[in-house]
């Protein structure tokens, strides 16, 4: 048998166990062209949670009854396709089951000379690229300039945070706790830090910024947001990538920003990293030669077991990860 996760039921605030489901279909076969991969690691994402809405958006909602999907790293188990081969580690956007048959070419080979294999799913693959076109491309950021960063403990912050302090800015992280603050302190080098959950995050703001802020790096939206946008300079640049403050709260709304915007000339642009998908490989270049030396450092949080996927899923919108969240689901058949 074949265990799957299916999406049953959509959520109207947060999801629970009530809108997911595990359940058990028939193990695929391949046909011509095609693999059968096994599930190895499973990346959860808050981007997810606006794939179980039934609403228009830069990517189609997740099927009712029908597995949810993301990216995955899985091993070649048979193949009838000539570029993969039997136990090659591969990653793609496959179903959340532990085995799937897929056309070899949507399918990525991992090359394990660049790092653990699992950072495929993190600092060299999504969250890594998303940090840095949103930084690079949006952001812009010039030496001795000022970047915060919200969510600066998740998947995409964290690497935000180090790429900020590569081209020489003074970086202001904001997270959820004196752990993460820590760890983005101490390990990441950032060079202030805020715990929004304790802190007053308009004055620990003005503290932080005393130079007023050049590029806001906005994951998260919300009340953090608006202490952001009235201390923005000149001229400044947000990249919007995220919104989980809002994505549980059906009709979110928030002091208006369109005047703080006028008065600092900002430029504000919303992206998804799939908008620089013909640019991938510049992104690839840069983030594996800081990461060869020695530049950047990745944290990952590690559930265990493909019934746990549910429960990191909606730990997410809790803040329960550093770093990128993952599911180990099994071992490489090398390592067994």
């Known amino acids: 048998m074949n265990k799957e996760i299916h999406l049953v039921k959509r959520p109207e605030a947060a999801p629970t166990n009530e809108h997911i489901q595990i359940v058990e279909g028939e193990k695929p076969e391949p046909k011509e062209g095609e693999v059968l991969v096994q599930l190895l690691y499973v990346s959860v994402d808050p981007y997810m949670r606006g794939r179980m809405n039934d ?6 909602p997740f099927a009712l009854n029908e597995p949810m999907q993301g990216g995955v790293i899985g091993e070649v188990v048979e193949s009838h396709f000539s570029g993969l081969d039997q136990g090659d580690i591969v990653t793609g956007m496959l179903p959340w089951q532990e085995f799937s048959t897929v056309k070899g070419d949507q399918l990525r080979k991992i090359d394990p000379s660049l790092g653990p294999i699992t950072y495929s799913l993190g600092l060299l693959g ?3 690229l998303t940090a840095y076109f949103g930084l690079m491309d949006i952001g812009q950021p010039k ?3 000022t970047i915060v960063v919200s969510g600066a403990a998740g998947a995409v912050g964290t690497v935000v945070a180090q790429i900020g302090k590569i081209v020489g ?3 202001v992280g904001i997270a959820g706790s004196d752990e993460k603050t820590s760890y983005l302190k101490e390990t990441l080098g950032v060079d202030e830090t805020i715990n929004y959950k304790t802190e007053n995050v308009a004055e620990a703001l003005d503290k932080a910024c005393p130079n ?8 998260v939206g919300g009340d953090i947001s608006d202490a952001v946008y009235p201390r ?3 001229f400044a640049r947000i990249a919007q990538c995220g919104a989980i403050a809002s994505y549980n709260v059906p009709n979110d709304q928030g002091p208006r920003m369109q005047m703080h915007l006028i008065k600092s000339s900002a430029l504000v642009k919303g992206f998804t990293v799939g908008d620089y998908q013909d640019r991938f490989q510049e992104g690839f270049q840069h983030l594996s030669k800081w990461l060869q030396e020695g530049k950047l450092t990745y944290e990952e949080t590690v559930k265990e077991g493909f019934d746990n996927i549910p429960d990191a899923f909606f730990g997410l919108f809790t803040g329960e990860n550093l770093g990128k969240q993952l599911v180990k689901v099994n071992e490489p058949s090398q390592e067994k």
């Open 143 to 145: 030496q001795g300039e």
């Open 232 to 234: 923005l300079n000149k």
């Open 212 to 219: 007023g802020i050049d590029v806001y790096f906005d994951n």
């Open 55 to 60: 609403t228009k958006s830069y990517i189609p």
């Open 126 to 128: 999504m969250p890594g």
């Open 169 to 171: 800015c003074h970086v």
